[in-house]
């Protein structure tokens, strides 16, 4: 079931802005210029363990408590493996960023464990286990993480239960993704939401998130601008951040076509035209956070982003 | 203002299906199978009556009370046109059928009217006015007959204030409309629904509207099918027409991509890939109704129809 000559891999899962402004739980994006780095090696007392986490904040080595280590878990005993495995992970996302650290570790660790396999698991098999390292780190299983972070671009989870991914045309432009020194537990941040919506408010959004869709296929930046303006959910999480509605007017005044929270914040994100105009947003939304009181760290990248994939084996 | 050497118009508006299950108050296609002509003839007194009602049952002379004579009347004033016309109205859309009756007879007297402008309005500005005769038939300004009523194909509406029209890829598919000899205003068909929806279905509902207008620009009908199901207003409806689960599945059983209401029904619609498909659908979906002793009639359509347009001029 395992390859006999492989002892050791390390695979990479790139960050994700998850929601894309106004496709809540279903749109998501991935970020090459951030993400995760798991190594998996193989032993022989068919045990589980995390041997190392490299991260600013101290993590918990206890396997029950890591995305990483509880999908692998359910892999080795949906698919009866008799070796276990030392996890080593090298942190590059933040948790609770809302830049989808819990969904890189799992996918990191999935792209791993797939390359050990003689018959690799499909994107879509791989997409439900990473599901259940979501709902082990939320509560929820919620793909739109895991689904970019494994496909790769930008992509639609038409259905969860099955899950069924659509993936979209990557427009041309630059994202910024900024991070402030704050933390928002996803969990908190779902809670907070209200549990229905008025019809009103759910026609005005659908008719968003159509009229995305389709600025994607026409590459049309000015109807995704137009587009990407979220009535229902943005509303009620833009007060868990400080500042949040100056430094999205500051990304936009610079020339931002879009600007949000990515996934449930307290990072946010902005898409530019180009890398000048990107980098121009990502120093204004900085400074107005300063005005805060609020450090952050920001990355820059082009939309066009690679899925998740193995860096080292032997 | 107007042209001086013409007297009369005669415009042609098609049949519309509105929502296209998924896109409630959003989507919309046009369908020329079926549709009303609207003609206007200059008045030197200023006044503007309607002439004739061609039409199966009695229907008000009464300009305030139609659509077509509420547009022309605001149009004169804003306009400030100092002839009348007199109005004749040969209506091919029965009344309350859900195939967008109120919309072509407003959108056929505008195209009319148009002809007559030396400086013709744009399909935007004809649009505001044809939602006017929306809010005047059932108190709500619906632009999803209007919209692909004169634009044909099918439409998005992103917004309605003001209102921006996405024209999307018709897809190579034969439609079917049934309409079962009942009667449902649509101001009914709108009172019976909640104000509000749960958030989980919102996310459904937007998922399913996304992944529709992308199985449109793929031409993926596999897509479309999955996608084309309505969670939110279908189930409220349906208690609103005897039999309308089993006419459903009626369609689908015999090879219907999609079947649902048109519109706030009683009409159904159904998409098929080929016009002998479409007929056995609607063949079936015609004995299904029966079975509960209702009355149909039906039309055949490709979904390619087109907009409004001037019958005859002189």
């Not at 994700?16 to 190594?39: E, K, M, P, R, W």
């Not at 939401?193 to 026409?218: D, G």
């Amino acid at each position: 079931m395992l390859k006999e000559n492989l002892n050791s891999v390390t695979a990479f899962a790139p960050a994700t802005c998850a929601n894309v402004s106004i496709g809540f739980d279903i749109l998501g994006f991935s970020f090459d210029g951030a993400g995760d780095f798991v190594t998996l090696k193989k032993r022989v007392d068919g045990k589980i363990i995390i041997d190392n986490i490299e991260c600013e904040e101290k993590l918990p080595l206890d396997p029950n408590k890591n995305t990483a280590s509880v999908v692998i878990q359910k892999l080795c005993e949906d698919l009866n493996i008799q070796n276990g495995f030392s996890i080593s992970i090298k942190k590059g996302i933040a948790l609770g960023s809302g830049m989808g650290g819990s969904a890189a570790s799992a996918v990191a660790a999935l792209t791993a464990f797939n390359a050990f396999l003689k018959k690799p698991l499909s994107l879509q098999e791989l997409s439900n286990y990473a599901l259940l390292g979501e709902e082990a780190a939320c509560g929820q299983k919620h793909a739109d993480n895991i689904v970019p972070c494994l496909y790769g671009g930008i992509t639609l989870i038409q259905s969860t239960d099955p899950i069924h991914v659509v993936e979209l045309p990557v427009p041309n432009l630059h994202c910024v993704l900024i991070h402030p020194y704050l933390k928002v537990e996803t969990k908190h941040a779902r809670g907070v939401l209200c549990t229905s919506v008025p019809l009103k408010e759910c026609i005005k959004q659908s008719a968003n998130t159509a009229s995305f869709i389709a600025a994607l296929y026409q590459a049309n930046n000015a109807l995704l601008k137009k587009s990407a303006q979220d009535f229902i959910i943005e509303p009620q999480r833009a007060h868990l951040v400080p500042g949040f509605y100056e430094v999205k007017k500051a990304a936009l005044d610079s020339g931002a076509l879009v600007s949000s929270f990515s996934g449930s914040g307290p990072t946010l994100f902005a898409l530019a035209e180009t890398k000048e105009m990107a980098l121009t947003i990502a120093e204004n939304m900085q400074n107005t956070f300063l005005a805060h009181e609020i450090k952050t760290e920001f990355w820059i990248s082009k939309m066009n982003s690679k899925n998740a994939f193995v860096v080292e084996a032997h």
